[in-house]
T-cell receptor, first 112, second 113 residues
Framework: TQLLEQSPQFLSIQEGENLTVYCNSSSVFSSLQWYRQEPGEGPVLLVTVVTGGEVKKLKRLTFQFGDARKDSSLHITAAQPGDTGLYLCAGYNAGNNRKLIWGLGTSLAVNP | NAGVMQNPRHLVRRRGQEARLRCSPMKGHSHVYWYRQLPEEGLKFMVYLQKENIIDESGMPKERFSAEFPKEGPSILRIQQVVRGDSAAYFC???????????FGPGTRLTVT
């Protein structure tokens, strides 16, 4: 059972465009993390959100945690080719902090 | 501050041999997680260990796979009598505690010939 659904699965855009990717669930999460993974490498942690409604910014990346802590979004402003990669969301279900539940990822290609 | 280290980065084994994958967590982290990733598939949780204890091994196959995290030294994921289906990227992550953010190593790419 896939508890975290990410959309879109694939996204190809031109440099300078804005984009939003989504991470949705019917379950409540105590925290949610976003990672970026490049080919041949391990996922790199970008941010952790823990409070419903929380917004965090990391340069051109804006992360939001839904009020009910069931969903999250990642918005990238003025995308650059260096943003290319697989974006993964993962979270701990409320009441289970033993293992992260993972989405399948959004594969982003930013073309120069 | 060194990150999570894994070795080897690439490992080639013939069918029937044993594979040993090592993971050294970040300094100060005593919680280690192992994952497997196949091309075009997501990260699959295998096992969660704390020093000298297996906390959750619900994602690990019951046969041929084992994991340990001794008091001293790295965590080891051991695969006995490897088969072609074991070919995958294996990632280790560490965290400072349960329910905390996980930091990943660069992975070990296992190829079974």
């Amino acid at each position: 059972t896939q508890l975290l659904e990410q959309s879109p699965q694939f996204l190809s855009i031109q440099e300078g465009e804005n984009l939003t990717v989504y991470c949705n669930s019917s379950s409540v999460f105590s925290s949610l993390q976003w990672y970026r993974q490049e080919p041949g490498e391990g996922p790199v942690l970008l941010v952790t959100v823990v409070t419903g409604g929380e917004v965090k910014k990391l340069k051109r990346l804006t992360f939001q945690f839904g009020d009910a802590r069931k969903d999250s979004s990642l918005h990238i402003t003025a995308a650059q080719p260096g943003d290319t990669g697989l974006y993964l969301c993962a979270g701990y279900n409320a009441g289970n902090n033993r293992k992260l539940i993972w989405g399948l990822g959004t594969s982003l290609a930013v073309n120069p | 501050n060194a990150g999570v280290m894994q070795n080897p980065r690439h490992l080639v084994r013939r069918r029937g041999q044993e594979a040993r994958l090592r993971c050294s967590p970040m300094k100060g982290h005593s919680h280690v997680y192992w994952y497997r990733q196949l091309p075009e598939e997501g990260l699959k949780f295998m096992v969660y260990l704390q020093k000298e204890n297996i906390i959750d091994e619900s994602g690990m196959p019951k046969e041929r796979f084992s994991a340990e995290f001794p008091k001293e030294g790295p965590s080891i994921l051991r695969i006995q009598q490897v088969v072609r289906g074991d070919s995958a990227a294996y990632f280790c992550a560490s965290s400072p505690g349960p329910g905390r953010e996980q930091y990943f190593g660069p992975g070990t790419r296992l190829t079974v010939t």
